[in-house]
């Protein structure tokens, strides 16, 4: 399964349970997370790969300094564990 399934599947995951979501694309975001999702004063980072690959140095790097700043950051390799992200914040 491609990465772009597992986001874009996730993505409409979330907007049927009410999120607003953002993609973080274009100059200068090299490493930071795919997508932030929206709703109810909470905002949750997500960077979307696919099944089994792991995240990039970059990548870590971003995980840690926006969890130092008190964000939600997940990494997500699959649907399922998006489900779960998404379900876990009500």
């Known amino acids: 399964m491609r990465e772009s399934h597992v986001e874009e599947q ?19 975001n090299n490493g930071k ?3 932030v999702f929206l709703r109810g004063g909470v905002a949750v980072f997500i960077e979307f790969k696919a099944p089994g690959e792991p995240p990039s140095r970059l ?22 564990d998006a ?4 379900d876990s914040y009500g």
Not at 13 to 22: C, F, L, S
Not at 83 to 86: A, E, G, H, M, Q
Request: charged share 30%.
């Open 10 to 28: 996730s993505v409409d995951y979330a907007k049927t349970r009410g999120w607003m979501e953002v993609k973080l694309d274009g100059n200068g």
């Open 33 to 35: 997370p795919d997508r």
């Open 59 to 80: 990548q870590v790097y971003w995980c840690k300094i926006l969890r130092k700043q008190g964000f939600d950051f997940h990494l997500v390799d699959n649907i399922q």
């Open 83 to 86: 489900r779960k992200v998404v």
